[in-house]
């Protein structure tokens, strides 16, 4: 005879899970679905059980806080709010003007964004719909790109004012691959928005305006008098963009100032993302190499390296010099009466009229670089016997001398120590040196949109580049 139980089996099932509870010492139980499998039996029936000893006092739940026993929910587990689709909209909106989404190109697409944002397709839809009826994106089909700014002016042929420093011969100074980039990316994208490019080197006189023109981008770079260049662009009734070499341009600007601030490359992010780099490749003693240590970008760097290697459970160690920049080594050089002698004697035949001025300078810079070298070697030695595996220079200037140094020391690079350095000059990309590269391309963006743009909310906006990866550097043995 068969004796059939009129009991539910979630009563007993309930009254199983009442004695496991004190199993569960932290006190948050597992999940429905988890529940199910470990009793081989459906998330109804467990649903069920649970509900039952919810109404006995035994366990309590919380929306998005899981099912805990009774008396044990901690105050932190509150629902956190869901992120939607109108953050979304607002997040994609600040890329653009920040730069990161080229104009002539495509924005990802729907799916691709619902994976990036981990959310569902039609909240990455309403998403870029919303984007769309801000302005900044339009819709191409089914995919959808930004907006390209346009001069609402009405001026022929329209033009973008550049300012900056002057060289010796009166001329537009370019001196490192960082300010060649951002002037060529500037020219690139000010073409795309209808603009012509007009370059004025300041020398300290009034800056005089053209009715072409409908903006002014400005630089700080080798700018002997950078706050009487930005009280002279405060002066302008133009929309100014300003690439500031130091950050006390922008603490020092009146509370109302007109201009747009930019920087890449100051702030404490750049030598994390370096430092992250290497952490990947398995490497967790570090040495910091910089003989420009007073500068404020070098204590930065330092700073955000020290930061991420210590959160990853590494060390760092700092071998640094007081120096500001490549420059103090260079000034003695100049200053220097006998730097006649020093030219080298195949070259002394060339000094006709025109030709002496660049080997001056050659030779200048040549003697401030055997300064640094040999200003270097101590640091360089210290960092050695440190033990470190991965070493970080302030620049590239200083991460390929180390790795000259390094070669002649027989140390291999990156089979005994992993390299790198900041700047990604073409001297770097020559050495096969991993460096970090600024986003040029995307402030260049930035600041063309933030000139043709109707909103004159004054801001400091950093960019952030990206650290190339080259044979310097190598996965940890």
């Known amino acids: 005879m068969i004796i059939v139980s009129l009991v539910p089996k979630y009563h007993d099932l309930a009254s199983l899970l009442a004695k496991q509870l004190t199993a569960f010492p932290e006190g948050r139980l597992p999940t429905v679905r988890e529940l199910a499998d470990a ?6 029936t467990i649903a069920k059980a649970l509900d039952l000893l919810r109404r006995d006092g035994l366990i309590e739940s919380r929306p ?3 099912l805990w026993r009774a008396g044990r929910v901690p105050a932190s587990t509150s629902a956190k709010a869901k992120i939607n689709a109108f953050d979304f909209a607002d997040r994609l909106c600040e890329e653009i003007r920040q730069g990161l989404h080229p104009w002539s190109a495509n924005l990802p697409s729907i799916k691709e964004f619902a994976t990036r944002w981990k959310c569902h397709p039609q909240t990455a839809s309403k998403a870029l719909d ?3 009826r801000t302005g900044l994106v ?13 001069t609402q002016r009405k001026v022929t042929s329209p033009t973008l004012l550049c300012i900056g420093a002057a060289d010796p011969a009166g001329l537009f100074r370019m001196d490192t691959d960082r300010e060649s ?3 060529r990316d500037l020219g690139s994208q000010a073409a795309h928005a209808g603009l012509s490019l007009v370059r004025r080197p300041w020398n300290g006189e009034r800056i005089l305006l053209d009715p072409s023109n409908v903006g002014v981008v400005a630089s700080t770079w080798h700018c002997q008098e950078p706050v009487e260049l930005r009280q002279e662009l405060e002066r302008l009734r133009l929309p100014v963009c300003l690439w500031m070499e130091e950050y006390t341009l922008q603490d020092t600007a009146p509370r109302k100032s007109r201009i747009q601030f930019h920087e890449q490359g100051y702030h404490k992010d750049v030598g994390a993302l ?3 780099h290497l952490l990947d490749l398995g490497h967790s003693r570090f040495a910091y190499i910089s003989p420009w240590h007073t500068s404020r970008w070098s204590k930065n760097r330092f700073q955000g390296i020290e930061e991420e290697v210590q959160r990853q459970g590494g060390r760092v160690d ?3 010099l007081e120096g500001i920049s490549v420059w103090d080594r260079l000034a003695p050089a100049y200053c220097d009466r006998r730097i006649g002698s ?3 004697h195949a070259l002394l035949g060339r000094l006709v009229e025109g030709s002496s001025t660049p080997i001056r300078e050659a030779t200048i810079h040549e003697l401030g670089m055997n300064r640094t070298r040999k200003d270097m070697i101590p640091l360089l030695e210290r960092a050695l016997e440190s033990g470190a595996t991965a070493w970080i220079a302030a620049n590239d200037v200083c991460a390929l001398q180390a790795l000259s140094w390094l070669h002649d020391k027989g140390v291999k690079v990156p089979c005994d120590v992993s390299l790198a350095g900041f700047d990604d000059t073409s001297e770097a990309l020559r050495a096969d040196l991993t460096s970090y590269r600024f986003a040029s391309d995307s402030m260049a963006r930035a600041m063309i949109r933030q000139i043709l743009s109707s909103s004159r909310k004054p801001s400091v906006m950093r960019h952030e580049g990206v650290v190339v990866a080259r044979g310097s550097t190598a996965i940890l043995r």
């Open 64 to 66: 998005g806080s899981g």
């Open 138 to 150: 339009e819709r191409y089909g089914r995919r959808h790109r930004p907006v390209r700014p346009r």
């Open 39 to 44: 009793h081989a039996t459906s998330t109804k």
């Open 130 to 132: 919303t984007a769309v």
């Open 342 to 344: 020093s030219f080298p």
């Open 274 to 276: 370096s430092a992250r």
């Open 181 to 183: 980039d951002f002037w």
């Open 318 to 320: 700092a071998f640094c």
